[in-house]
């Protein structure tokens, strides 16, 4: 019983971190949401976009495996929030990047629901939260 009791210990801590990570999935949502030209809630759920639930998949994806790597080599709570909005910089500017340089027309795209460019902005939106996970082991 002890043994449990001891295990239990660190349940406090869990649920810290794990509601700021709710609140700043959240919060990746609404700034996502601003970065983006198209409206993702809307494809997904009024059109039934599959590019738009793809890439927004995606990025959702892609900022929680940075959130992982924040949470797992934070020193404390306010260090794992400083490092999870770098994510969220990180992940935004992802799009934005990948919206400059590579794929121009990927909002065009998503919202005419070709499904590649979704698949890329996944891909694209993956690869940065696991970069971003892998930089935040200091």
């Known amino acids: 019983m002890d043994m449990v009791l001891e295990s239990l210990g660190g349940l406090s801590n869990f649920a810290l971190y794990f509601g700021l990570s709710i609140v700043l999935l959240f919060v990746f949502k609404i700034v996502y949401a ?3 030209p198209h409206d993702e809630w809307k ?3 009024d059109d039934q976009n ?3 639930a793809v890439g927004f998949g995606g990025a959702i994806v892609g900022f929680s495996l940075a959130l992982a ?3 797992t080599n934070s020193a404390s709570l306010v260090d794992f929030a400083i490092w999870g909005l ?3 910089i990180a992940q935004s500017l992802a799009f934005a990047i990948l919206r400059f340089t590579f794929m121009p027309k990927i909002a065009e795209r998503i919202v005419n629901n070709e499904v590649s460019a979704g698949i890329m902005l996944a891909a694209v939106s993956i690869g940065v ?6 930089c935040m082991t200091y």
């Open 34 to 36: 601003f970065v983006t």
């Open 43 to 45: 494809l997904v759920k």
């Open 50 to 52: 599959v590019a738009a």
């Open 69 to 71: 790597g924040a949470a």
């Open 86 to 88: 770098v994510a969220l």
């Open 129 to 134: 939260g696991v970069l971003n996970a892998a």
